[in-house]
Nanobody, 124 residues
Framework: EVQFVESGGGLVQAGGSLRLSCAAS????????IGWFRQAPGKEQEGVSC????????YYADSVKGRFTISSDKAKNTVFLQMNILKPEDTAVYYC?????????????????WGQGTQVTVSS
C-alpha cells in the first residue's frame, strides 16, 4: 500500500516561510519523480514543483520560482518543499504525489499516487 505522510503546513504571515515534508512509502518504482501540487478554493489544481529520484533534477512553476526550493532525502524517501517569501496567493491545500519515471512534469494526470494534503494559509 502506498502511503504518504505530509506535514509542515500551517498559518503564516505574508513574507514568512514554511517547510513542507512528504514521506512516501510502499511504491515500487525503480525510477520516479515526486511532485508538489496545490489547490486553492474555487481554483484549479496547480503543479508547484517536482524532483527526480535519479540525479535530483528539479522543476518549478513560474509562480514559485525563486521563492520555493524542492529537495529530497532519498534514504528516508522524503521530499521537502521550502517555501519562502510567502504570499496570500500561495494559500492552498498542498499535495505531494509520485509518478513512475524520472521525467519532470507538473501535469497531475501523470502522477500515480497522491497524499492527503496539508493546508497552507498565508495572511496578509
Amino acid at each position: 500500500e502506498v502511503q504518504f505522510v505530509e506535514s509542515g503546513g500551517g498559518l503564516v504571515q505574508a513574507g514568512g516561510s514554511l517547510r513542507l515534508s512528504c514521506a512516501a512509502s510502499g511504491f515500487t518504482f525503480d525510477d520516479y519523480a515526486i511532485g508538489w501540487f496545490r489547490q486553492a478554493p474555487g481554483k484549479e489544481q496547480e503543479g508547484v514543483s517536482c524532483i527526480s529520484s535519479r540525479g535530483g533534477f528539479t522543476y518549478y512553476a513560474d509562480s514559485v520560482k525563486g521563492r520555493f526550493t524542492i529537495s529530497s532525502d532519498k534514504a528516508k524517501n522524503t521530499v521537502f518543499l521550502q517555501m519562502n517569501i510567502l504570499k496570500p496567493e500561495d494559500t492552498a491545500v498542498y499535495y505531494c504525489a509520485v509518478k513512475r519515471g524520472i521525467s519532470l512534469s507538473l501535469g497531475s494526470y501523470e502522477y500515480d499516487y497522491w497524499g492527503q494534503g496539508t493546508q497552507v494559509t498565508v495572511s496578509s
